[in-house]
């Protein structure tokens, strides 16, 4: 998509501009590979987002290496990369992103009166900083994005001469940060109106809106600031991001399709494909998404109640202002067992929005007869649980566990014997604790010693029964560095111990990264052990 393009169709279409794998992967503990990036972003590309902000090539080689590569692969989408407002930040942004097809410089800097303490500059002096970097961002780049951190806590006349200066230094773009969350959505309006009225040359750019969870206000919000007239929205899969959260994609999306009687405005968004990027971005990123959570929790098209149930059966629309289907969201539910065969499986995978190669679906299927073997009856959130868990516990992985028996009941203490492969070479370790899962826990630890705390440990049923799959979710920190890890099994202590060393991995995973001159792309666990 060329800026031209953009322009064109400002006055009755909204941008989409997904932050996932920037703003996105900024939540505590949401790091994502470089393979998930790039997964992620073929699977935005191709549900018709029309920004992808990729990164911030400047804070890593890996980050770096991400936007450059996602700039690479990308067909429709405009992809940008962050940067700060100095020359050096802004000259890495541009060499990350400058062989896309349609590469977009995205700089900022804080504006309100807190921000600028911070960085010690007068108002006059930024006023100089945002011309200069922006300007030459715009020598470099014709499309070029501006963002007054803090804008909604500015004073307005300050924020009108800022985003003045922008628009005369050439930002094509201006983005209107919520970034605290502080705004009401009769607030997020006006300030956007206030601009278009008072700022010369406000009618010949995009304003967009970037809004924060903290109050649970960030869609309405961002659907406030399109009422007033911005005309592109920041938001991530899930809502994802620092704190509560952004704007979340899908949320705004859909409100913007099902309520177009108010809001006349279109995006370009393949909605069938919001339910398979819901997944893919919760398996990445281990964030699992809330069962009430709008548009895609597991909760959005379930109805207890008599009356709601009646009324379903009868005619969805009394209770269903939208179709599962619209969102990719399959409305049967068929059992699999032991004697479904590949093409079954391939099959119900493809409607529950995961698409596998052949040698993906052969390693898949090893996976769904072992559960099958286990399992009497397999359901659609069991086959979601197992493509998880394959995504998360990796063959390449540095640490695997190959073996693990626990020993548990009401005579202590309960003895973990483990064997796992640390970059291929077999450890045996026994080791009790307090429980199963913490001798399972602490076996991992004498094979792999690290300082990390685990913060939470978290485990929930898949579906009904006693032979349900438990999905474990554990979060753990280390110096700073927050990483998840997920893992489900019928065995509620051996998907502990996976998760536990997903968590492991992920974090080996961040040490290399943030070391200097890191290869992101391999991983070494001598280099990374604190032993």
């Known amino acids: ?6 322009e064109k169709s400002a006055q009755d279409r909204v941008l989409i501009f997904d932050t996932t794998l920037r703003d996105g992967e ?12 790039l997964e992620i972003a073929a699977l935005l590309d191709e549900m018709g987002v029309d920004i992808i902000e990729a990164g911030f090539p400047i804070a890593s080689d890996g980050d770096f290496e991400a936007v450059s590569a996602i700039a690479g692969l990308a067909k429709s989408s405009v992809i940008c990369g962050l940067a700060r407002a100095n020359f050096k930040d802004i000259d890495r942004c541009w060499e990350a992103i400058k062989h896309a097809h349609h590469p977009r410089i995205h700089t900022f800097i804080g504006t309100s009166p807190l921000h600028r303490d911070i960085t010690k500059l007068s108002q006059d002096d930024m006023i100089a900083r945002i011309h200069d970097t922006v300007s030459y961002a715009r020598n470099l780049c014709d499309n070029v994005q501006w963002s007054p951190m803090d804008a909604t806590r500015t004073e307005h006349d300050y924020l009108c001469r800022v985003v003045e200066t922008a628009i005369k230094a050439g930002a094509s773009t201006i983005n209107i940060p919520d970034t605290v969350g502080y705004t009401a959505p009769a607030e997020s309006a006006a300030l956007i109106s206030m ?10 750019i995009i304003f967009a809106t970037h809004c924060h969870n903290d109050l649970g206000m ?5 659907l406030a600031a399109v009422g007033a007239g911005a005309r592109q929205i920041e938001c991530t899969i899930n809502g994802l991001g620092e704190r509560a959260g952004n704007t979340a994609l899908e949320e705004v999306v859909m409100a913007l399709r099902v309520r177009n009687d108010i809001m006349p405005y279109q995006t370009g968004i393949d909605t069938t494909k919001i339910m ?10 281990g964030f699992p998404v809330q069962f009430n959570k709008a548009i895609v929790g597991k909760n959005a098209f379930l109805h207890e109640s008599g009356i709601h149930q009646d009324g379903v059966l009868k005619n969805a629309e009394t209770f269903e202002i939208m179709r599962p289907a619209d969102i990719g969201l399959t409305e049967t539910n068929l059992v699999m067992g032991k004697h479904s065969g590949r093409a079954a499986l391939r099959s119900k995978l493809s409607d529950l929005g995961f698409d596998l190669a052949d040698n993906q679906l052969n390693d898949v299927f090893v996976r769904f007869k072992a559960l099958a073997d286990r399992k009497k009856e397999i359901y659609d959130d069991d086959l979601i649980a197992l493509m998880q868990d394959s995504a998360t516990n990796a063959q390449n992985d540095t640490l695997q566990i190959t073996h693990l028996r626990v020993v548990c009941g009401t005579e202590g203490p309960q003895t973990a014997d483990l064997t796992m492969t640390v970059d291929g070479s077999v450890h045996q370790v026994s080791a009790t604790g307090d429980g199963p899962v913490d001798a399972c826990f602490k076996a991992v630890q004498m094979v792999f010693p690290h300082t990390a705390r685990l913060q939470l440990y978290q485990v929930h049923a898949v579906t009904e029964g006693t032979d349900a799959q438990a999905t474990v979710s554990v979060r753990m920190e280390e110096d700073g560095k927050i990483v998840t890890g997920q893992s489900a099994d019928t065995d509620t202590v051996v998907a502990s111990a996976r998760a536990y060393v997903n968590a492991l991995n992920k974090l080996i995973f961040r040490r290399l990264r943030s070391a200097p001159n890191a290869d992101v792309k391999s991983v070494n666990y001598r280099d990374a052990s604190t032993s």
Do not use: F, Y
């Open 276 to 285: 398979k990027a819901s997944r893919l971005v919760a398996t990445v990123s």
């Open 218 to 222: 960030a869609t309405a919000n961002a």
């Open 1 to 6: 998509m060329t800026q031209t393009k953009i």
């Open 195 to 204: 601009l278009l009225e008072r700022v010369p040359g406000a009618d010949s």
């Open 26 to 37: 900024q939540s505590p503990g949401a790091t994502m590979s470089h393979a998930e990036k």
